[in-house]
């Protein structure tokens, strides 16, 4: 896939998170939570980074998996930060394995691999698992709204 092609689909999905960012979204009775900016996630090194340190960036929140078939679109995510930093853009690297163990390792291996591999100059963050009983409390929020075009599995 050209960058011409997928551009505009990580731009409607990082006008999504942004909307989700500024606006917020209501709490409900599944999650006391009400914005992106109440949740953390824990970086390679296990430190815990609350997203409120991003307020008044537009995140691009990503899950990631080296070996996916789709991990030609790491480089272009690269692009992507570097081309939008300036203007409020934050992309935020998330490995997952939910699908076809497509990253496997701790999470030493896994920085290793995006650090030698994909030079990455935006944040990427410990494994987490982004659907089923195991879901990461940020991704549960990201899609919970079922009536939405990103809610659910």
Known sequence: MNLCRIVPRILAVTWFL???????????????????????LVSLDGKELSLSTFKGKVLLVVNLASQSIF???IPQ?????????????????VPCNDFGAQEPGT?????KTYSSQFHLSFPVFGRVSVRGKDQAALFGFLTRDKK???GGD
């Open 71 to 73: 991990k030609d679109q």
């Open 107 to 111: 999470d030493a291996e896994i920085q």
């Open 148 to 150: 939405g075009g990103t």
């Open 18 to 40: 942004a909307l989700i960012a500024v606006a917020g979204h209501s709490a409900t009775a599944e999650n006391d939570k009400g914005t992106v900016y109440d949740y953390s």
């Open 77 to 93: 995510l690269e692009e992507l930060q570097k081309t939008y930093k300036d203007k409020g853009l934050v992309i935020l690297g």
